[in-house]
Antibody, heavy 120, light 108 residues
Framework: EVQLVESGGGLVKPGGSLRLSCAAS????????MSWVRQGPGKGLEWVGR??????????DYAAPVKARFIISRDDSKNTLYLQMNSLKIEDTAVYYC???????????WGQGALVTVSS | DIQMTQSPSSLSASVGDRVTITCRAS??????LNWYQQRPGKAPKLLIY???TLESGVPSRFSGSGSGTDFTLTISSLQPEDFATYYC??????????FGGGTKLEIK
């Protein structure tokens, strides 16, 4: 059974940093693209960014609102995905979901989400 | 960016009803269109990918159709567990993936 478990969420001040982790199990992590998707309070879904697998160059893409502030990385030896969030803004407040990302860029497995609150 | 517009934004229906939700893309996305269901307090769940392919384990009362800019999600006979919010998502522009605003399906 595929499991994705996010951790590292919490309260952070504007301008601060936070790192989320996503522990994966039940599949061969290194074979899979991974994405982060977020959902602001009472809002819809917003794709944050994606990291491809090693054989595809471990390349990353980011949504415009987070580009240059967020960094996605992966450690295939630990079956773990990361989201480093820097220069956080109030509008980054959201539940952040870790997802598997098929090569056709649909999200077929989701974690339970990690809440990030940016507030002074 | 490709904009995705869903209609209606909310919908009231009864158990047993046939329901259709529409998603329109701001440009041609061929069949790179996916649908998700999100129940309150839960993570989204993939229902349909590439416009019409049913994800494994999803009941056959769900179906998707369309190509180009206009797509539909149909639920043939609503069940109590189908009352949720539904999102479309385009995967044509792989460097800028975008979702529709969502359609909240409520019990009449």
């Amino acid at each position: 059974e595929v499991q994705l478990v996010e951790s590292g969420g919490g309260l952070v001040k504007p301008g601060g940093s936070l790192r989320l982790s996503c522990a994966a199990s039940g599949f061969t992590f290194g074979d899979v693209w991974m994405s982060w998707v977020r959902q602001g309070p009472g809002k819809g879904l917003e794709w944050v960014g994606r990291i491809k697998r090693k054989i595809d160059g471990v390349t990353t893409d980011y949504a415009a609102p987070v580009k240059a502030r967020f960094i996605i990385s992966r450690d295939d030896s630990k079956n773990t995905l990361y989201l480093q969030m820097n220069s956080l803004k109030i509008e980054d407040t959201a539940v952040y979901y870790c997802t598997t990302d098929s090569a056709l860029d649909y999200f077929d497995n989701w974690g339970q989400g990690a809440l990030v609150t940016v507030s002074s | 960016d490709i904009q995705m517009t869903q209609s209606p934004s909310s919908l009231s229906a009864s158990v047993g009803d046939r329901v259709t939700i529409t998603c329109r893309a701001s440009q041609n996305i061929l069949t790179y269109l996916n649908w998700y269901q999100q129940r309150p307090g839960k993570a989204p769940k993939l229902l349909i990918y590439t416009a019409s392919t049913l994800e494994s384990g999803v009941p056959s009362r769900f179906s998707g159709s369309g190509s180009g800019t206009d797509f539909t999600l149909t639920i043939s006979s609503l069940q109590p567990e189908d009352f949720a919010t539904y999102y479309c998502q385009q995967s044509y522009s792989s460097q800028q993936l975008t979702f529709g605003g969502g359609t909240k399906l409520e019990i009449k």
